[in-house]
């Protein structure tokens, strides 16, 4: 059972990684024949979606919560309040934060898959065995 915690548009930030994911495995996609090695391609395109997922989740929040809601003037100090628009949270954290909870992560797996796959090294039987294998043979 999955429990969503949100408030105000929040919500958001599920649907912009989603699409983040798409465009990381249509570019993954598009560079199958451009002669890169395969797990470049992969780091490629996961560097493009979740960067562009993290860009998008930043100007959706800061866009949201830049307009000025209500103006008034405190009547003890005679100066104005302003009361802002919230971006809303996923998780009880704030909208904006969720771009970096995404682009960090997105880049650390780029930056893995763009080492390429470890090889173990192959430990040879030793003598003792070779020998016994090849007298049973």
Known sequence: ???LIWRGWGILVIPIVAVGFAVAMAITIA???SGLPEHWQ???GVAVGSVGAGLSIWYIAKAI???VVRRLVDPNTGKDVLFRRSAGSLFFIPTRYWAFIVVVPGLALSALLAVGPVKAPVKEA???M???MAQSQ
């Open 126 to 128: 030793p003598s003792s």
């Open 130 to 132: 070779q020998s016994d």
């Open 31 to 33: 560079l199958q024949s």
């Open 65 to 67: 919560s830049g307009k």
């Open 1 to 3: 059972m999955w429990i």
């Open 42 to 44: 992969d780091a490629i």
